[in-house]
Every structure is written in C-alpha cells, then in structure tokens.
Nanobody
C-alpha cells in the first residue's frame, strides 16, 4: 500500500501557473502508475493526467491537453503536475492517485486507485 500527500495548491489568476506535488510513502512507489484527478463543487471527479511507472508513458484528459504536464521522480517518490495557462474552470480540489492496475486500465479509466487527501486550486478571472 502507498500513502499520498499533495501540496502546491493555492490561488492564482487566470493565465497563471501552478505546480502540484504528491509525495508518496512506501518502498514500492516506482511500481505504481500515478494519476491526478480533480473535483469541482457539484461535479463528478474528473480524470486529469496519468503517468506510467517508468515515466515513459503519459495520458491526459481532453480539457487539459497542451496546458498540463505530469512527471515523476522515482528517486524522490514524488509525482508532479505542472499546470500552465490556467482557466477559472480549472478550479477544483486536485487529488493524487496511485494504481497497480495495467496501463490499459488507466487509459480506459477502469483502474482502481489509492487516493491522497486533495489540495485546493482556485483560479480567479
């Protein structure tokens, strides 16, 4: 099992940038694919991005393609989400997630995840 703690959220103006970090505990971090999800008030949780265990494969939700970048550093047990050109509709609680499911399951949104507690991102217009 893995425990996840997100950081880096905050308030930013539209067009600005933020970088979220997710620190994982556990010796098997490098064996997990990692993902970011978000949930805005009154909306379902939405897939944002995922990265495979080696960092060689990435997958993004349509609403963030070209603006967000996911990366990981297995030596630091950390996954990152660089968010550029932020929009007010990006406002949400962002959750880090880890999965031992296959990459196919990740990309077909059928993976099961361990979850962090979330960090708030607010984008003002």
């Amino acid at each position: 099992q893995v425990q996840l703690v997100e950081s880096g959220g905050g308030l930013v103006q539209a067009g600005g940038s933020l970088r979220l970090s997710c620190a994982a505990t556990g010796r098997t971090f490098s064996s997990y694919a990692m993902g970011w999800f978000r949930q805005a008030p009154g909306k379902d949780r939405e897939f944002v991005a995922a990265i495979n265990w080696r960092g060689a494969l990435t997958h993004y939700g349509d609403s963030v393609k070209g603006r967000f970048t996911i990366s990981r550093d297995n030596a630091k047990n950390t996954v990152y989400l660089q968010m550029n050109s932020l929009k007010p509709e990006d406002t949400a609680v962002y959750y880090c997630a880890a999965t031992g499911s296959s990459w196919f399951q990740v990309t077909t949104r059928s993976a099961s995840y361990y979850w962090g507690q979330g960090t708030q991102v607010t984008v003002s217009s």
